[in-house]
């Protein structure tokens, strides 16, 4: 004979004795259907505020890179190899990069203009805007090596254009440490020049056969060679 089981006054205040489990899913829906519907709303806003930051982001850097072009084409006629251009001329090139930098500073073509900002301070005798320039440029380029290169090269003329060859000598070795192997030739010269230019002339010797070495084909290898036979006199 089955036993019925005796329910209290005490356990009928219990109500779980009695709720299934989609029962109090339920309870804990109704008990916190606010606070679940207020966070389910701010997911919502956080993930239209990233779609909305990224299409604006998005629409910046296609008119950064418009803007760029623009200056880059400026750039290429005048600095063409079949014409001399005026520093006015540069200085109108300059004005497009520029804006480009300040108008779209997060974007990449905003880092790119850095490049040819400098590149263009260099060009007209302006150093101290080209040494700016460069690092800018050096402290936004990621792993564009062959970019880094470029800035590092021009950084080092930059350094040699106000005769601070100690500088210069270390943005040349950077370029080295970099292992782009088609321009070390050129990163031992330019070194070798600046050590000779200190009165270094060991360094200087040492760096100019270094250069014979990596480059013995190079355009340069016979004046290279005569400084070499001098320092060894």
Known sequence: ?????????KKLKQPDEFL???????????????KMAIGALLVLVLFLSFFLFRMWDQ?????????????LEAYQMVSSPYREASPAEYKK?????????????????????????????LRLGEFDEAINAYQGFLKRAD??????LFA????????????????????YQ???????????????????RC????????????NYRTFLKVSPKSSSANSVLRKVSIFEK
């Open 174 to 192: 950077e370029i080295i440490k970099l292992g782009e192997r088609f321009n070390w030739a050129g990163a031992y010269l330019n070194i070798a």
């Open 93 to 121: 090139a300059l004005e497009g990069f520029e804006e480009v930098i300040k108008t779209y500073t997060r974007t990449s073509s905003a880092r790119s203009s850095l490049l040819y900002k400098g590149a263009i301070h």
């Open 59 to 71: 629409r910046k850097e296609d008119e950064a890179t418009q803007k760029f072009m623009l200056s």
């Open 20 to 34: 299934s489990v989609t029962e109090k899913a339920f309870l804990f829906v109704s008990q916190h259907i606010k």
């Open 195 to 206: 050590y000779e230019k200190l009165g270094k002339n060991d360094e200087a010797l040492e």
């Open 1 to 9: 004979m089955k036993v019925k089981k005796k329910i209290t006054k």
């Open 152 to 171: 590092l090269e021009g950084l080092g003329y930059a350094h040699e254009g106000k005769k601070d060859y100690e500088k210069a000598v270390k943005a």
């Open 143 to 148: 792993k564009e090596r062959l970019y880094q």
